[in-house]
């Protein structure tokens, strides 16, 4: 059973408010990645990071900013949000097995009034 | 490059009736192939992959898919659904190699409604 949490689940802000969304896992994967999911929609990735200190945009352009200083820790961070930043987050993470399945947290549920 | 299509974003079936979620892909090199199941308000939940080898696969709660390289494809069955089989579900592919390694890129989904 794959171990990843993301906090909050839920999150109603006001817009031109910073934000940070968390996401924490317990497998030792060197591997995270962080999609952007409209309802009804497929996932996009965002942000991916391939270890500590490092950090790449992922296929669809974001406004969001990452950070990796711990191999557990991947948070996603928004300085001013917005109506259109209203999604659901996911984070997800993969070891360094040649499977290459990625192992997905709860989500994050982001609405920006 | 890779792609996902799904076709069919609702499938609706009787319990105990058989599932066939069809998705076709693209890929330049050879792709590995993913099968996850979304409930509501939650993460999504690994169903099955492909990898190499053999070209049926069984996953979780019943399910299996095919691998099908002649015809780039990777449907999702399961010979009598359940109730509780009623979720989104995503196809998904990445390669072991080139410039989307490791990189998911997932279907647009189908959502399956199961009736009584």
């Known amino acids: 059973e794959a171990d990843i949490y993301q906090t909050p689940r839920y999150l109603v802000i006001g817009t031109g408010k910073k934000i940070t969304l968390e996401c924490s896992q317990t497998m030792g994967h060197d591997k995270m990645y962080w999609y952007q999911q409209d309802p009804g929609m497929e996932l996009h990735l965002i942000h991916y990071?391939?270890?500590?200190?490092?950090?790449e945009k992922g296929d669809l352009s974001s406004e969001s900013t990452v950070s990796r200083i711990r191999t557990e820790h991947f948070p996603l961070t928004l300085e001013s949000a917005r109506p259109s930043h209203t999604s659901q987050y996911l984070c997800a993470s993969r070891g360094t097995a040649t499977s290459y399945e990625q192992y997905f947290g709860p989500g994050t549920r982001l609405t920006v009034t | 490059a890779q792609s996902v299509t799904q076709l069919g974003s609702h499938v609706s079936v009787s319990e105990g009736a058989l599932v066939l979620l069809r998705c076709n892909y693209s890929s330049s090199v050879p792709p590995y192939l993913f099968w996850y199941v979304q409930y509501p308000n939650q993460g999504l939940q690994l169903l099955l992959k492909?990898?190499?080898?053999?070209?049926l696969v069984k996953g979780i709660n019943g399910f299996e898919a095919e691998f099908k390289k002649s015809e780039t494809s990777f449907h999702l069955t399961k010979p009598s659904a359940h109730m509780s089989d009623a979720a989104e579900y995503f196809c998904a592919v990445t390669q072991a190699g080139g410039t989307s390694y490791g990189k998911l890129t997932f279907g647009q989904g189908t959502i399956l409604t199961v009736h009584p």
């Open positions: 492909y990898t190499t080898g053999a070209t």
């Open positions: 990071s391939y270890g500590v200190n490092s950090t």
